[in-house]
């Protein structure tokens, strides 16, 4: 069975640091792109995508600096870590994965992923 399972979350003080765990099942995470997103709220925001290649990033502008994402392939888990963290980055995290045509390449848009994760809370609050 494919899928995706997210851990990590957690309540964080302001200023603080967390790192999400995304672990795939069924499929090997190193041919594929990587997304993470979060809710915000009906919809679902790109944050940070990584190419199947890692030599392609993007990110938004409001986690530059503070977010990154890392892959450890003998686990066949992404990582995004956290630093910095800010009230207004509480919400559900998800990762996602899809296998472009294309190993250079990501994108931050909820229609180019095809797995998904099931999400992890996480809140940011003193």
């Known amino acids: 069975q494919v899928q995706l399972l997210e851990s990590g979350g957690d309540l964080v003080q302001p200023g603080g640091s967390l790192r999400l765990s995304c672990a795939a099942s069924?499929?090997?995470?190193?041919?594929?792109?990587i997304a993470w997103f979060r809710q915000a709220g009906s919809r679902r925001e790109g944050v940070l995508c990584v190419s199947a290649n890692n030599e392609h990033t993007d990110l938004v502008d409001s986690v530059r600096g503070r977010f990154t994402s890392s892959r450890d392939n003998a686990k066949n888990t992404v990582y995004l870590q956290m630093h910095n963290l800010k009230p207004e980055d509480t919400t559900v995290y998800y990762c996602?994965?899809?296998?472009?045509?294309?190993?250079?390449?990501?994108?931050?848009?909820?229609?180019?992923?095809?797995?998904w994760g099931q999400g992890t809370q996480v809140t940011v609050s003193s």
């Open positions: 069924g499929f090997t995470l190193d041919d594929y792109a």
């Open positions: 996602a994965a899809v296998q472009y045509y294309g190993r250079n390449y990501c994108g931050l848009h909820t229609y180019e992923y095809d797995i």
